[in-house]
């Protein structure tokens, strides 16, 4: 373990529904050309393609299939909608996700050095709340920007660890 690196940062997160659409490809051409009707999403009431059209010159947002709990178990398991699944019209769900804190780059800005798995940062008081709250207002402005209406209240976070060893 002296030379494993575990790794973790932390994610703004935003749910938002896009709508599945499904390309039309005449039968002459899926014929010739092997193309085969593909699935995509739109924010709905628009045909703006998600994310391709919706994210255009903003940097820092990706997104995941949101991840449903299913209940009724003592242990929850996750499921995810398969798009492949989905039907023209249909809601798909998905979370947009920015990274605002990552252990590695900032160890590396503060000139700590990566002794193992066991790595830490520390924050001066109110410096860690100061940070979320302006990249919660960012990432705010860049939904705003992508013409979504956010609610700031609704952004949530997710701190996530790595460690390869195990």
Avoid at 4 to 33: F, Q
Avoid at 56 to 65: K, R, T
Avoid at 121 to 134: A, I, M, V
């Amino acid at each position: 373990m002296g030379n494993t690196y575990g790794d973790a940062w932390m994610d703004l997160l935003y749910d938002i529904n896009t709508e599945v659409r499904i390309t039309n490809p005449s039968e002459e051409i899926m014929k010739v050309h092997k193309i085969k009707p593909t699935r995509y999403l739109v924010l709905p009431g628009t045909d703006k393609k998600f994310p391709e059209e919706v994210f255009v010159g903003v940097n820092g947002i990706s997104y995941d299939p949101k991840t449903l709990i299913k209940h009724g178990s003592p242990y929850p398991k996750y499921e995810s909608v398969n798009l492949e699944d989905c039907e023209a019209g249909q809601i798909y769900p998905v979370t947009l996700v920015s990274r605002i804190i990552h252990i590695d780059p900032e160890l590396e800005r503060e000139g700590i050095p990566r002794v193992d798995s066991f790595n830490r940062l520390t924050f001066q008081p109110g410096e860690l709340e100061r940070r979320l709250s302006s990249a919660k207002k960012e990432f705010v402005a860049k939904l705003e920007i992508s013409g979504l209406t956010p609610e700031e209240g609704k952004v949530y976070y997710r701190l996530v660890g790595f460690n390869p060893s195990f």
